[in-house]
């Protein structure tokens, strides 16, 4: 299995413009996790889905934040209009929690840099 | 706020010799995971104990939890140059346990 790919790896825009971050999780897992990750902030749980409904998104910081979850394949984090304080790395994870598994397994993140 | 709070934050060893790293948090869990993240990485899943559990082995780790004093060490044995990285402890509640809440985690440096 390639395990959970995210898309693109880097992504530098300027203030003001939407931003699209893509994740693929682990065929078979049922739930996908996306987090962000800062200096200052740590890492922080931003929304979760289970079999792509989402499930908690009370870590989303603000209406500019939206995800979705088409299809068991495939999820978007959108941010718009971006800022700088957006600037941190993005990370999609995927767990099949209902098997029992309850590790995540982790994509290789988003660096996204707000000028 | 974190759930987790590692301790140290930062460690520094000579390689060969033993790193133990600590972890605390809040409330009641339901189990406590360890992860790894290399520089420029993701995380990566390291070893889970379940909160009856009170010591579990994996290689050259051991996890120790102890739910009284809500506290989980992570010890690597025969360190290496290849185990630089951070390492981050994760809670899952009982409620909602499909989500983890994690540290802040531990920069380990291991000198050749």
């Known amino acids: 299995d390639a395990g959970v790919i995210q898309s693109p790896r880097h992504e530098v825009t300027e203030m003001g413009q939407e931003v699209t971050l893509r994740c693929k999780p682990i065929s078979g897992h049922d739930y996908l996790f996306w987090y962000r990750q800062t200096m200052m902030r740590g890492l922080e749980l931003l929304i979760y889905?289970?079999?792509?409904?989402?499930?908690?998104d009370s870590g989303m910081p603000e209406d500019r934040f939206s995800a979705k979850m088409p299809n068991a394949s495939f999820s978007t984090l959108k941010i718009q209009p971006s800022e700088p304080r957006d600037s941190a790395v993005y990370f999609c994870?995927?767990?099949?929690?209902?098997?029992?598994?309850?590790?995540?397994?982790f994509g290789p993140g988003t660096r996204l840099t707000v000028t | 706020s974190q759930q987790g709070e590692e301790d140290p934050q930062a460690l520094s060893i000579q390689e060969g010799e033993n790193a133990t790293m600590n972890c605390s948090y809040k409330t009641s869990i339901n189990n406590l995971q360890w992860y790894r993240q290399n520089s420029g990485r993701g995380l990566v899943h390291l070893i889970l104990i379940r909160s009856n559990e009170r010591e579990k082995h994996s290689g050259r780790l051991r996890v120790t939890l102890d739910t009284s004093k809500k506290s989980s060490s992570l010890l690597i044995t025969a360190s290496r140059a290849a185990d630089t990285a951070s390492y981050f402890c994760?809670?899952?509640?009982?409620?909602?346990?499909?989500?983890?809440?994690f540290g802040t985690g531990t920069r380990l440096t291991i000198i050749p």
């Open positions: 994760a809670t899952a509640t009982f409620f909602g346990n499909e989500k983890l809440t």
């Open positions: 889905f289970n079999n792509n409904v989402p499930i908690d």
């Open positions: 994870a995927s767990s099949f929690w209902t098997g029992g598994r309850y590790e995540q397994y």
